[in-house]
Every structure is written in structure tokens, then in C-alpha cells.
């Protein structure tokens, strides 16, 4: 079924026109997050039409396409209800649509999606620092984790690589990202979200105070699961830090060196 094309009496700057539209006629993009039966069903379980607020789709292409409403979209057609009010975006384009997909699922507003359907989202909108988290990932030999998916070299903490991006800047995820492949290539345990936090830590604290190659040296002897089972042992912080991790960071960097560096933590 095609969708219709715009109104004779449309302009291009009105948004958000609500209409009732067949929910057959409706399409899913690539950013979207993968449909979840079990929130679907919950949906069914509990529907209330009276309740029911109008999905967001934009038309592009002439099509309508679903921005934030999947979910509910799947449950009418469960329930046999062939209609349902729309909020209509024009003039999207589908890098907009993505960003839009973003901004509705933002913990600000009602859900938030999962890191990597956020990731997915922000890559298709050509999100710049996304896109410059994944280019310096791939350049340090690791994958982006874009699915549930584990592998060797993948890494799927997609939320701490965010966070380190936004604190220490391009270089200094840069900089972690081949600390870690220096000293650990191949161990899946390395790119566990606990050691990226503590080799981000360490660096940030003693950015001047090291070299890579001794780091590297030194940590490679050491298996990243001790960084992590020091750092879970470690009852003197709260479980809402990272910091113990550092701090097992600089124990193993400074172990038999005659000249170790400072607790900074």
C-alpha cells in the first residue's frame, strides 16, 4: 500500500499533524531497536484504547515510517485494530528521523533504548562522536559490539567508550584503547566494562607520569580478570566507582619497580 502524497494545503514548516492511518502502511527503519514480543504482549495484556497516545512516524519518501511507537504498532495489529493516530513528522531526513529516534528514547523523556540500540541510532544519523568512537576502535584492532553478540576483539561496553570519549577527548580514548591491545591483545576479559574504567582512571590520573611501552610491558604479565577481582575486593569504595579498578591498575603497574608512582586516586 503506498502512503499518500502530501496535502495540497501542506507546509513544509507545520509539524506534528496527528492523523489516523492504517498500521499495515506503516514502515520500520534500520535505526530502530529490534521488537520486543515480551513488551508487546504486555501491551495486550494491558491495552486501553482510551489510553493509547499517538505513535510518531515521519513521511518520507512517500512513506510513513515509525519513529517511536513500534511496540504499540505490533500490539494493535494483535488485537485486530487495522487504524491508529499518528503524530506526523515532513521534511525529515532519514539521518534526522535517527536523531529523532534518539531525542524520544532519552532518559529525559520516557525510556531509555539499550546502549547499542542508541549506538545503532547515533551511527545511522552519522552522529560525529560516534562516529569517531568507532573509527578510533576499529583503528586499535576491536570491533564495535553493534549487536548482543560476544567475540574476541569485539568490545560491547558501548556506553563506557561514550564515557571515556567524553571525559579524556579522542586522544585520550585513543590511548586507552592501545594500552589495552598492547598489553592484552586477545583476552576478551580486557574489554570487560571494570577494566576499560581502570586503565581509563589510571591514564587520566598520571596522563605525563608514564610511558605506553612500560605500561604495556607491565600489565601484559598480568591477567585483566586479577584487575577485576582486586577491584570487586576492594571494600573501601562504594560499588558506584570505579576507582578500586585504577587503583588495581597502579598496584600491578608499580609492582617490583624501583621507582613507583603515587596513589593520585
Not at 234 to 246: F, I, R
Amino acid at each position: 500500500m503506498n502512503a499518500k502524497t502530501y496535502p495540497k494545503s501542506f507546509n513544509k514548516n507545520q509539524m506534528n499533524l496527528v492523523e489516523t492511518l492504517s498500521v499495515n502502511s506503516l514502515k520500520i527503519a534500520a535505526y530502530q531497536s529490534p521488537c520486543n514480543p515480551l513488551r508487546v504482549k504486555r501491551i495486550v495484556e494491558n491495552f486501553d484504547e482510551e489510553q493509547l497516545q499517538p505513535i510518531d512516524v515521519s513521511f518520507r519518501d512517500k512513506h510513513y515510517w515509525i519513529v517511536d511507537g513500534q511496540h504499540r504498532t505490533e500490539a494493535l495489529k494483535e488485537k485486530g485494530i487495522p487504524m491508529v493516530a499518528c503524530r506526523i513528522h515532513y521534511g525529515l531526513t532519514y539521518q534526522k528521523e535517527a536523531n529523532l529516534y534518539v531525542a524520544l528514547n532519552n532518559p529525559k523523556n520516557r525510556r531509555t533504548p539499550t546502549a547499542v540500540n542508541r549506538a545503532n541510532a547515533q551511527l545511522e544519523a552519522n552522529d560525529p562522536a560516534m562516529m569517531e568512537i568507532k573509527r578510533i576502535v576499529e583503528e586499535n584492532g576491536f570491533i564495535l559490539g553493534l549487536d548482543q553478540s560476544k567475540a574476541i576483539n569485539k568490545i560491547v561496553a558501548l556506553a563506557t567508550l561514550e564515557t571515556i570519549h567524553k571525559q579524556i577527548g579522542a586522544a585520550g580514548l585513543n590511548r586507552v584503547l592501545g594500552l589495552i591491545h598492547g598489553a592484552w591483545y586477545g583476552k576478551f576479559e580486557a574489554m570487560d566494562k571494570a577494566v576499560l574504567m581502570g586503565v581509563y582512571l589510571f591514564v587520566k590520573h598520571y596522563q605525563d607520569d608514564f610511558k605506553d611501552r612500560d605500561f604495556i610491558d607491565k600489565l601484559s604479565k598480568v591477567h585483566p580478570r586479577d584487575i577485576k577481582m582486586d577491584g570487586k575486593s576492594n571494600k573501601q569504595y562504594s560499588q558506584s566507582t570505579y576507582t578500586p579498578y585504577g587503583i588495581s591498575v597502579l598496584y600491578y603497574f608499580n609492582k617490583n619497580r624501583i621507582k613507583k608512582l603515587p596513589n593520585k586516586f
